[in-house]
């Protein structure tokens, strides 16, 4: 009861510090739909409830126009517990849809909203990343990027060192940027980035 007061205080004062309002963010898993529940937002993005692999992600990111503009097809062939569809080369796994045909509606609608000229771009380093994906996302030129992760990339730009405890030098995702430090901790791991700030750069 006491941490969730403290949390919604918190998250409170981060919904009053963000000035960008109208923007969309691009993201490879779930973290960045659950930045944007947090903070109250709509989505407006289509990467809500799903997630890529780190490989597919790059190159949905270095050719977003054409997928985003790519029939979304289902992908019969999967063998997943849940829908999968293709955008061209690209497979998107829609982990919390119970069918492809909602999966698509809810995609197409979100990608009517998307702020072409205000993307924010988040990877997360897991899912098949490597070191050369990852320095390939850093050498795309997207103006907003950023690569969250627990591995020591000291010369990639974008990159945010994630401490979490016992988790150095693995991948990452949603569930590990989400969960609570503790028992009887307000805080979640995702806090120690200042993800305001990066959303409230229009530079």
Request: charged share 30%.
């Amino acid at each position: 009861m006491i941490r969730a007061a403290i949390r919604k205080r918190r998250i409170a004062e981060r919904k009053a510090a963000l000035a960008n309002r109208d923007f969309t963010v691009i993201a490879k898993d779930c973290t960045g739909a659950m930045l944007l529940h947090d903070l109250g937002l709509r989505f407006d993005t289509p990467t809500v409830n799903l997630f890529f692999t780190a490989g597919d992600f790059v190159k949905f990111c270095a050719r977003l126009e054409h997928y985003i503009g790519a029939e979304l097809v289902e992908d019969t062939t999967a063998t997943e517990p849940f829908p999968v569809g293709m955008l061209d080369d690209v497979r998107v796994y829609f982990r919390h849809y119970d069918t492809f045909a909602a999966a698509k509606k809810k995609w197409l609608e979100r990608c009517a909203r998307i702020h072409w000229d205000n993307i924010y771009f988040l990877m997360t380093d897991g899912r098949g990343s490597s070191e050369a994906l990852v320095r390939e996302y850093d050498a795309l030129p997207l103006k907003h990027k950023v690569l969250l992760t627990c591995r020591n990339y000291n010369d990639v730009k974008c990159a945010v060192k994630m401490d979490i405890a016992g988790h150095e030098g693995q991948d990452l995702g949603a569930p590990e940027l989400f969960h609570y430090k503790g028992l009887f901790k307000a805080d979640k791991p995702i806090d120690d980035w200042n993800y305001i700030s990066f959303l409230n750069n229009k530079n």
